[in-house]
């Protein structure tokens, strides 16, 4: 059985009285992204420091790449990158410079890390604006350099925490695709963000936290569907067909203009074979089908307490 890239067990974490999280348990596959998803305050931000070794965990056991986050710290940070809600950049070097410095500080040959540094400015669409200061950089730029330090270390798991708060939708898109492209090579991603099309866009598995515990766990698709509102909108090409399948489907609404009928669904494939099974038997045509499921947002305000701001 393959080693999971982040297992962690009852992390227990509290500030006075204030009990930031209680007892959350977490298991990340390798090669994939792991999306933690919950309002200001829920613990999302502790979880990565605990898990990136930054701070101790009051009780519990994490490992991270295999390694104990608390008694073999220099393993896993060795294995990992961080980027964090605001990028870590020194404004007083230019783009290029401060990739250099991440490679001598990994002790990486002088003339390996000039290599590195020119492959990473390209991989990120910087080569242009390498020699220039960050105070120049656009948000976006920002953002992508900061993850360009990240990877100075080839990093096999990295955390991002918030990494495009504050971008324009391209701009944010353009970190989705760079994200993308990372898994795609076999890295795995712990994400946290408030953008929950974010997450919907990027990640294989969703945790919810609220309040310190996790609240739900699944695919984005498992999700949605614990969320009631879910349905299959059915179109018809005439009144007969429609008359003939809303007195086989009692509980669904009718829409006579549209000839449409709105059936209740949790939008499963089980759900959608037995509704079509149920009106091919009829002899009932459908015109078109759609299947309609809640969005993650409707999942994250039903689980958690407090609205998402964004």
Known sequence: ?????????????????KVVLDGIDLTVRAGTVFSLL????????????ILSTLIDADDGTARVA???????TTGVRHAIGVTGQFAAIDDLLTGAENLQLMADLRQ??????????????????LAEAGGKLPGTYSGGMRRRLDLAMTLVGDPRIIFLDEPTTG???????????????LVADGVTIFLTTQYLEEADQLADR?????????????????????????????????PHQLDDAARLLGDAAR??????????????VRSLHDLL??????????????????????VFLALTATEVTT
């Open 255 to 268: 829409d006579d203009d549209a000839l449409t009928l709105h059936v209740p669904s949790d939008g499963g």
């Open 206 to 238: 969703i945790a919810v936290l609220d309040g310190g515990r996790l609240v739900a766990e699944g695919t984005p698709a498992e999700l949605k569907r614990r969320v009631p509102g879910g349905h299959i909108l059915l179109r018809f090409a005439g």
């Open 66 to 72: 295999g390694f104990d986050v608390r008694t073999e």
């Open 277 to 298: 099974d149920r009106l091919e038997h009829a002899r009932i045509d459908v015109e078109t089908l759609t299947v309609h499921t809640p969005d993650l947002d409707d």
């Open 1 to 17: 059985m393959t080693t999971p890239a982040i297992a962690a067990r009852g992390l227990r974490k509290s500030y006075g009285d």
């Open 108 to 125: 990486i040959p002088r003339g390996e890390g000039r290599q590195l540094t020119e492959r990473l400015l390209r991989r990120f669409d």
């Open 38 to 49: 919950g309002p200001n305050g829920a613990g999302k931000t502790t979880t990565v420091q």
């Open 167 to 181: 971008l324009d939708p391209r701009s944010r898109r353009m970190m989705w695709e760079i994200i993308r492209n």
